[in-house]
C-alpha cells in the first residue's frame, strides 16, 4: 500500500462519524448542484413569500440620516473621501487589499485578477483549483472584488449627495454580476466564507438605500432572493471540518444575521439559530484563554473580534440571549489589543489577510485598533476608551447615532503601563514607559492551531514599537501565492536566528506547514522597573546535528533590552540572526554598531564584540498590506562556528554613547557606557558559578553600576548570591532583588 494510501486511511479513522457524514453529504451535494445545472435546473428553491419582511438590524432606516450627520461633524474629511472613492468605482478603479486603481474592465471581468493577468476559468466551483496560481492567479484579488464591499461605498455616496449615478451603478453592477456568476458557475463560489461576505455586503447596500427613490420594492426582493440564495449555500457548505477558523466563524456569523435580519425567508429561524450556534462555540474553540486568537495572527485576532462584536450587537437588537461566556471572550479580546498597544502600534504577529469586514479600507495598521471604540462603548470600559482614542465610524454603524453621545460620556482613563504577558498564545511584552512609550514583544507560543496555515515561523523573533511605530517588525504577508508566500512567512523574514539556512518548520504548501517546533517558556519574571524572559525552541532538531535555540531576554527600566541567543547542540554550524526594520528607517552600521533613525527619533543596535560574528545592513522588504512590498533595511549577522555557542545584542531607544563597550568576558557580558557599568551573568552547566568576586547558584544574575557607585542586583533561579565572600542576597522567591541606598 502506498504512503499516500496509508495516509488517507489514518485520516479516515481518526474522523468522527458526524466528519464522515458532514463531508460525504457534501460532497454529494456539490454533484447534484452541477447534475441540476446541467439538466437545466437550480438546486436553489427560494421562499414563496416574506420576502418583505424585515427584523432587527444594527440600526434602524431612518437614523441613518443623524448618522450621516454626525459623521459629516465627527470625520470632516468623511464625505470627500467616500465620494472620491465612488467615482473611482464608476470608472470602474477598484482600490482593493493594497492595490489602487485597479482595472477590470469597462465591463467589469468578475474572474480576473489585474494584478498578474490571468483569469479563473467559468467552470463548476468544486471544480476550480482555487489554490493553483498558474490556473487562477491570485484568487484573493478576485474574490476582493466580489466580496462586493465596494457596493456599500456606492450606497453611502448616494446617501450623502443624493446623486442617482450612485444607486443606478451599484443596481447596474449587482445585476451585471448575477448575469456573469450562475450558480453554480465561478470561482466566486469556491469559498463558502467568500459567499457570506457578499451577502453581508449586500445587507448594508440595501438597509443604506431603504426607503430612498433607488431603493424600490422591486430591487430590494431581488436583493433579499439573492442573500436567501447566499444562506441556503452558506448553510449547506459550512466549513465545519475544512477550516474550523475564521471561515467557520464568519459563515455562522452572517448565517445569523441573515436569519435575524429576514425573518420571512423558509429557513430564517433555522439560520439564525445554527449561525448563533457558530458564532458561541467558535468563542469558545477559537480564542484562547488569555484573549488571543488561535491563528497566532494578529490580523486574525482582529478579524475575528469583529466577527464576534457584529454578531453580538445584533444579537442584543434582536433580543437574542447572549451567552455571559461571549462576552467574556469579546471582553478578553478587545482587552489583547489595548495590551499590546501601549506603545501606540500592535505587533504583526502571522498573516495579515488584507481583508476587513464592514469596510475593507480599514486594513491598513491605524485600522486594526477600531474594534476597540466599538467594545468601549458596548461595555462603558474608560480603559478601551482611553487605547481606541477615538470614536470610529464602525462604531456609529453598528451602535447608531447614540453612540457617540456614549463614547463622549465615558472618561477616558488608561491603564497604567506595565509588561504583558499571555502565556497560553506565548506572547509576552515588556513595557518601557518612558517617555516615550515602548514595548518590545516575543512570540514564544505555538505556530499556530491546526496545520499552522496563517502562522509564520517566528518561534523567539521579537518586535518593538515606540511611540506609535514599529520599528523592528516582522515584515508581513505580501501575497498568498508564489515564491513571495515562502519568503515572508519563513524564519529569516523574522527577527530570529536560523541555522544552517534553514526555516524552524517545514513549509507543505502556501497554507500549511509539517514539523511544527516545540516552544517552551522556561521563565518569565515581571519586576519593577525590569522584565526576564527565558524560552526554547526545537525547530533545528530535525537536523543530523540537532540544535536548540534557546533566547534571553531582559529589559532594564527604559534605558535597554539585552537579547542573548544560546544555540545548544554539536558540530559546526552556520548561524544568521536577522533584525528587520520598518520602512522609512535609515540604518547605518558604524564601528560595529547599528543605528536606526527616523526623524529626530532613534533605536541602537549594539552587538557583541565577537571575531566570529560579522553584521551588515542589507536591502530587505516590507509588506504593510496585503499585496503591497516596499523596500525596507535588515541587519543580518552572521556566523559559522561549532556549537554550543551563543551571540547577544544591547537595543536602546536613543543613541548609545561613542564610548559604549558591549563585550564577553569567560562567561558573563558586560555592558559598558560613561561611568555606568551592567553586568550579565549566566549559569551554564556547574551548579554554581563564579565570576571575578561573584559566586551564585542563580541562573541569570545582573549587577548595575552607577556612576556613585551605586549597586542594583537581580537574580533569578537561584538561592544566593555572594560578593566578595558576603552574602548579598538569599531567598528561594524567583528572583531576588538588592539595591545600594
Not at 471544480?127 to 472584488?145: Q, T, Y
Not at 466580496?147 to 451599484?170: C, S
Not at 471540518?241 to 452572517?254: D, I, R, S
Request: aromatic residues 12%.
Amino acid at each position: 500500500m502506498s504512503a499516500a494510501l496509508v495516509n488517507r486511511a489514518r485520516r479516515l479513522a481518526g474522523m468522527s462519524g458526524h466528519e464522515i457524514y458532514t463531508r460525504c453529504r457534501q460532497a454529494a451535494d456539490k454533484r447534484f448542484d452541477i447534475l441540476r445545472h446541467r439538466l437545466g435546473g437550480d438546486a436553489f428553491h427560494g421562499s414563496t413569500s416574506g420576502l418583505a419582511d424585515r427584523g432587527a438590524f444594527f440600526l434602524a432606516s431612518e437614523e441613518t440620516p443623524r448618522t450621516i450627520q454626525i459623521l459629516r461633524r465627527r470625520f470632516s474629511a468623511y464625505e470627500e473621501q467616500i465620494v472620491a472613492q465612488a467615482q473611482s468605482i464608476l470608472h470602474r478603479r477598484f482600490d482593493l487589499l493594497g492595490y489602487t486603481g485597479l482595472d477590470f474592465g469597462r465591463d467589469v471581468d468578475w474572474f480576473l485578477d489585474p494584478v498578474n493577468g490571468k483569469s479563473a476559468p467559468a467552470a463548476p466551483w468544486p471544480a476550480i483549483p482555487f489554490l493553483d496560481f498558474e490556473a487562477v492567479g491570485d484568487h484573493k484579488v478576485i474574490w476582493e472584488l466580489n466580496r462586493h464591499q465596494w457596493m456599500v461605498t456606492l450606497a453611502k455616496a448616494y446617501r450623502l449627495t443624493g446623486e442617482e449615478q450612485y444607486a443606478a451603478d451599484l443596481k447596474a453592477l449587482f445585476q451585471d454580476w448575477h448575469c456573469g456568476n450562475p450558480y453554480p458557475l465561478g470561482v466566486n463560489w469556491a469559498s463558502t466564507l467568500e459567499v457570506a461576505f457578499r451577502a453581508y455586503a449586500w445587507m448594508w447596500a440595501a438597509f443604506l438605500l431603504e426607503g430612498t427613490p433607488a431603493g424600490s420594492p422591486e430591487f430590494q426582493d431581488l436583493v433579499t432572493r439573492q442573500i436567501e440564495r447566499s444562506g441556503w449555500y452558506i448553510n449547506r457548505y459550512l466549513s465545519t471540518y475544512f477550516a474550523p477558523n475564521t471561515h467557520l466563524l464568519g459563515e455562522g456569523a452572517v448565517l445569523f444575521l441573515i436569519g435575524t435580519r429576514y425573518p420571512g425567508l423558509r429557513h430564517s429561524a433555522e439560520w439564525q439559530r445554527t449561525g448563533w450556534g457558530i458564532v458561541t462555540q467558535s468563542a469558545a474553540r477559537q480564542v484562547r484563554a488569555d484573549g488571543f486568537y488561535f491563528e497566532q495572527s494578529t490580523y486574525y485576532h482582529v478579524y475575528a473580534l469583529d466577527l464576534f462584536l457584529h454578531a453580538r450587537v445584533l444579537a442584543e437588537r434582536a433580543r437574542v440571549i447572549i451567552p455571559q461566556d461571549l462576552e467574556s471572550v469579546i471582553r478578553r479580546m478587545a482587552a489583547v489589543l489595548a495590551q499590546l498597544s501601549q506603545a501606540g502600534a500592535l505587533p504583526r504577529f502571522g498573516d495579515d489577510d488584507g481583508g476587513r469586514l464592514f469596510d475593507p479600507r480599514r486594513n491598513l495598521s491605524p485600522g486594526m485598533s477600531d474594534p476597540l471604540a466599538t467594545a468601549a462603548v458596548l461595555y462603558r470600559d474608560a480603559r478601551l476608551k482611553a487605547s481606541a482614542g477615538e470614536l470610529r465610524e464602525e462604531t456609529l454603524w453598528l451602535l447608531g447615532p447614540g453612540s457617540a453621545e456614549v463614547f463622549d460620556s465615558i472618561p477616558s482613563a488608561a491603564a497604567p503601563p506595565g509588561s504583558v504577558a499571555l502565556p497560553a498564545s506565548g506572547i509576552y511584552a515588556m513595557v518601557s514607559p518612558g517617555p516615550p512609550a515602548a514595548q518590545l514583544f516575543i512570540d514564544a507560543g505555538e505556530q499556530g492551531a491546526l496545520s499552522a496555515g496563517h502562522g509564520h515561523a517566528d518561534a523567539l523573533s521579537v518586535q518593538l514599537a515606540c511611540d506609535g511605530r514599529l520599528w523592528l517588525t516582522d515584515p508581513g504577508t505580501c501575497v498568498y501565492v508564489g515564491a513571495q508566500r515562502e519568503r515572508f512567512r519563513g524564519t529569516p523574514a523574522h527577527n530570529t536566528v536560523t541555522v544552517d539556512g534553514l526555516h524552524q518548520a517545514d513549509p507543505k504548501g502556501p497554507f500549511s506547514w509539517g514539523a511544527l517546533p516545540q516552544v517552551e517558556v522556561t521563565r518569565w519574571i515581571a519586576g519593577d522597573g525590569f522584565d526576564l524572559f527565558e524560552g526554547r525552541h526545537s525547530g533545528y532538531g530535525r537536523l543530523p546535528e540537532p540544535v536548540i535555540h534557546r533566547r534571553w531576554v531582559f529589559r532594564l527600566n527604559s534605558e535597554f533590552w539585552l537579547v542573548r541567543d544560546v544555540l545548544e547542540g554539536s558540530g559546526a554550524h552556520d548561524l544568521e540572526s536577522f533584525w528587520h526594520f520598518a520602512a522609512g528607517a535609515n540604518v547605518a552600521e558604524n564601528e560595529g554598531r547599528i543605528v536606526a533613525s527616523e526623524g529626530s527619533e532613534t533605536l541602537s543596535l549594539l552587538p557583541l564584540l565577537s571575531e566570529s560574528w560579522k553584521y551588515v545592513v542589507e536591502p530587505g522588504a516590507y509588506s504593510p498590506v496585503y499585496g503591497e512590498c516596499v523596500p525596507a533595511p535588515v541587519v543580518r549577522g552572521y556566523a559559522r562556528v561549532a556549537c554550543p555557542a551563543e551571540t547577544a545584542v544591547i537595543l536602546t531607544m536613543g543613541g548609545v554613547s561613542p564610548d559604549a563597550v558591549f563585550q564577553q568576558n569567560g562567561t558573563a557580558y558586560e555592558f559598558l557606557t560613561g561611568q555606568t557599568g551592567h553586568l550579565f551573568c549566566f549559569k551554564r552547566e556547574e551548579p554554581f558559578w563564579t565570576y571575578r568576586e561573584w559566586t551564585s547558584d542563580a541562573a541569570f544574575l545582573y549587577c548595575g553600576t552607577s556612576e556613585a557607585g551605586k549597586r542594583h542586583v537581580i537574580a533569578a533561579g537561584g538561592t544566593y548570591v555572594d560578593c566578595a565572600g558576603k552574602r548579598v542576597l538569599t531567598g528561594s522567591a524567583p528572583f531576588l532583588e538588592y539595591r545600594d541606598v
